[in-house]
């Protein structure tokens, strides 16, 4: 059984840091991408991060130059380091593993990031 657990969110001020962490299981961790995404009230989901099998990453535009996505491969944990909050950083986040070879798609449960003052 494939489970993403994720967790570190919580309510933090503008300008602060959060690390989230996603633990994944039931899956061959190092064959999969791994990727963040979040959501907004009444938006659509976004890809936020993604971390390919072999490291590279991919950041949406947004983001770039204040989250970093990394993975252990020894803990079959990926984080997302979010640095410098913005108000509109606030979203419920959802951690994603990919296989596109196979068509396989596993998403976490998600947690719930708020920048507010």
């Known amino acids: 059984q494939v489970q993403l657990v994720e967790s570190g969110g919580g309510l933090v001020q503008p300008g602060g840091s959060l690390r989230l962490s996603c633990v994944a299981s039931?899956?061959?961790?190092?064959?999969?991408?791994m990727a963040w995404y979040r959501q907004a009230p009444g938006k659509q989901r976004e890809l936020v991060a993604r971390?390919?099998?072999?490291?590279?990453?991919f950041y949406t535009g947004s983001v770039k130059g204040r989250f970093t996505i990394s993975r252990d491969s020894d803990k079959n944990t990926v984080y997302l380091q979010m640095n410098s909050l913005k108000p509109e950083d606030t979203a419920v986040y959802y951690c994603?593993?990919?296989?596109?070879?196979?068509?396989?798609?596993?998403w976490g449960q998600g947690t719930q990031v708020t920048v507010a003052s």
């Open positions: 994603n593993a990919q296989r596109l070879l196979y068509n396989l798609s596993h």
């Open positions: 039931g899956i061959s961790f190092s064959l999969y991408s």
């Open positions: 971390i390919f099998s072999g490291g590279t990453t």
